[in-house]
């Protein structure tokens, strides 16, 4: 009778001069980081005495976690018109659209997006595909976004206008298998008729969302533009926020003293739209152009408030915001206040807190998944060493090629 015995599963040594663990304020030198298939098995600071690994020799870089940016459209295409091709596409077609997106974003060095807006629970699909294929990124998924009737993104199928509507909604969105519930609590730019200064929903029925969401043992996060939406979702107790512009219908409000401290003392996480990329040509014509020194403002407050602070880019929603947008974020925080580090934690271990993937993702350490990006450069000297990627690297599988550097952009960013 013959033994079949399974190989040992393959090791591998990434050898770098530097590397940011994902927590750190410091860098860690001449890190050795042993990865057993797609989980980091060791951090040490000497050689690794293993004959049977490959070894990767990674001199003259810095090691990164992969960055995780909280608040992505996969079903957008970064176009001048991503609502009208959404609109032309059928499922299967706008499946592969959204792979392709997925992968920008991994090539891109950001290895988990969450999802924040889909069509059909097509996001849903694409992140089952993920857990077996090693060139997309991890996806935590929404599914369509909850909004009022005829409200901000309507045309991606949940509307809701009562309590029973709403109970509905979010029950569907569990039965679906959704990992967090997003809700239209403001209108929003890409939706003709919508306004994002003005609440879409009566805090009470914030509040039959919040519940529900809560009973099925999820989180809810809520879109907010303006003050009142802000306020709405806050006092309905969502559990994070999205945007948070204080945007009016000509400006921009100050930050409300009364309201960040409410989100300071109740830890709402702030997934803030950052991450501008340049584009070529002329710039199309966006609404919040005019408000980009006010949001700036803005931005700097909420950073200096001591929230809990994440990165989401919008990406996919228009030329500039591409999928792999959150390296431009890293950049547009350090411009905000925020030390090269504090930015850095806010697109990795902060970000994986955020997205529920604590101890999974965000960090180089042992345990977590092998999400790793090989960079020219310190980013904690300059963020824009974010754009020079010479190795990136999936549950511990290295992508075929990453992005060729681009020239980084700055605050502000367009968002829907």
Not at 274 to 288: C, F, Q, S
Request: contains cysteine; aromatic residues 2%.
């Amino acid at each position: 009778m013959t033994t079949i015995t399974s190989p040992r599963p393959t090791l591998t040594v990434l050898k770098a001069d530097w590397l940011f663990d994902g927590t750190t304020e410091s860098l860690l030198p001449h890190p050795r980081v042993l990865l057993d298939q797609g989980t980091i098995c060791a951090v040490e600071q000497t050689d690794v005495d293993l004959p049977e690994a490959q070894i990767i020799d990674l001199t003259g870089s810095t090691l990164v976690p992969g960055l995780v940016d909280t608040h992505v459209h996969l079903a957008f295409d970064a176009s001048s018109d991503p609502v009208g091709h959404l609109a032309a596409r059928d499922d299967a077609d706008a499946l592969v659209s959204m792979a392709a997106a997925a992968r920008r974003a991994a090539r891109g060095g950001v290895t988990t997006v969450r999802d924040l807006g889909d069509r059909g629970y097509l996001s849903l699909a694409l992140r089952a595909a993920g857990r077996l294929d090693p060139t997309l990124p991890d996806i935590i998924a929404a599914g369509p976004p909850i909004t009022t009737p005829g409200g901000h993104c309507h045309y991606l199928g949940s509307e809701a206008g009562t309590a029973d509507d709403m109970r509905s909604a979010v029950r569907e969105h569990v039965g679906h298998g959704v990992d967090i519930i997003k809700i239209m609590a403001s209108g929003g730019n890409l939706t003709p008729g919508s306004r994002p200064e003005l609440a879409q929903f009566d805090p009470d029925l914030l509040r039959v969302a919040v519940d529900e969401t809560h009973r099925a043992g999820l989180t809810i996060t809520a879109h907010a533009h303006g003050t009142p939406a802000v306020a709405g979702a806050l006092w309905a107790g969502v559990d994070q926020l999205e945007h948070v512009t204080f945007m009016t219908a000509d400006g921009v409000d100050p930050a409300p003293p009364d309201l960040v401290a409410t989100i300071v003392e109740r830890r709402v996480n702030l997934s803030l739209t950052a991450g501008m990329v340049p584009t070529v040509g002329p710039a199309p014509p966006n609404p919040m152009t005019a408000r980009r020194p006010a949001l700036l403002a803005n931005l700097r407050r909420l950073c200096a408030s001591g929230a809990p602070i994440t990165a989401g880019t919008d990406g996919g929603v228009n030329p500039g915001k591409p999928h792999d947008a959150a390296r431009w974020a890293v950049g547009d925080l350090v411009t905000a206040g925020l030390t090269p580090a504090q930015a850095l934690r806010a697109c990795t271990s902060h970000a994986a807190l955020a997205c529920g993937l604590q101890g999974r993702k965000g960090r180089i350490a042992v345990g977590h998944d092998a999400d790793i990006l090989a960079l020219q450069g310190s980013p904690l000297d300059d963020p824009s060493m974010l754009h020079r990627i010479t190795a990136v690297f999936v549950r511990g599988t290295r992508l075929e090629y990453a992005v060729r550097p681009r020239t980084a952009g700055g605050f502000p960013a367009g968002d829907p």
